[in-house]
């Protein structure tokens, strides 16, 4: 079974139009299985170039560490 990295930040436009971001940590279990634990921030933004630059300066984020949906 291929394990693919799950990238650490998921910006995603909700069902009111504005858009979310989401922290991913990602760690392993004793047989080396991944264990994905996702947050949601609770500010909204309503753009998605607001929501990647404010990743970007608080999580100091890579543009590899944000997916989008």
């Known amino acids: 079974m ?3 990295a799950v990238r650490p ?3 995603a436009k909700d069902e009111d139009g504005a858009y979310r971001i989401t922290t991913r940590t990602t760690r392993l279990n004793s047989q ?3 264990l994905v634990t996702a947050t949601l ?3 909204s933004f309503p753009s998605l170039a607001t929501a990647r ?3 970007r300066r608080e ?3 890579e543009p590899t560490d944000i ?3």
């Open 53 to 55: 630059a404010y990743v």
């Open 59 to 61: 999580f100091r984020a």
């Open 41 to 43: 921030i609770e500010d």
């Open 32 to 34: 080396g299985y991944p």
């Open 67 to 69: 997916a989008t949906k």
């Open 9 to 11: 930040y998921l910006i």
């Open 2 to 4: 291929p394990r693919t």
